[in-house]
């Protein structure tokens, strides 16, 4: 079992920044990857940013070049910053992790962090 706490969603005009967080119960190194999801209003959730444990990075167009997914090992929390925020970005923000269990993947959901781009 995964637990996953966000934390930094809120309200922020459009080209502002935030940061948000997302801390796992257990360390990262377990964890196949790690990503964040988002679902606006009326759309399907969509994958936003991932990265795995060897360092691959995976970013959807929309937010390439304006969003950075980074870790932590130490706190075992994973971060995306984003940047030049959109009001297209509004959405609920959830943090993923991918793990291998007795052969199967499993995916963990954190519970989901709002996210508003509002002038």
């Known amino acids: 079992q995964v637990q996953l706490v966000e934390s930094g969603g809120g309200l922020v005009q459009p080209g502002g920044s935030l940061r948000l967080s997302c801390a796992a119960s257990?360390?990262?190194?377990?964890?196949?990857?790690m990503g964040w999801y988002r679902q606006a209003p009326g759309k399907q959730r969509e994958a936003v940013a991932r990265i795995t444990t060897w360092g691959t990075l995976n970013y959807a167009d929309s937010v390439k070049g304006r969003f950075t997914i980074t870790r932590d090992n130490a706190k075992n929390t994973v971060y995306l910053q984003m940047n030049s925020l959109k009001p297209e970005d509004t959405a609920v923000y959830y943090c993923?992790?991918?793990?291998?269990?007795?052969?199967?993947?499993?995916?963990?959901w954190g519970q989901g962090t709002q996210v508003t781009v509002s002038s």
């Open positions: 257990v360390s990262i190194f377990s964890i196949y990857a």
């Open positions: 993923n992790a991918e793990r291998w269990e007795s052969g199967t993947k499993k995916n963990y």
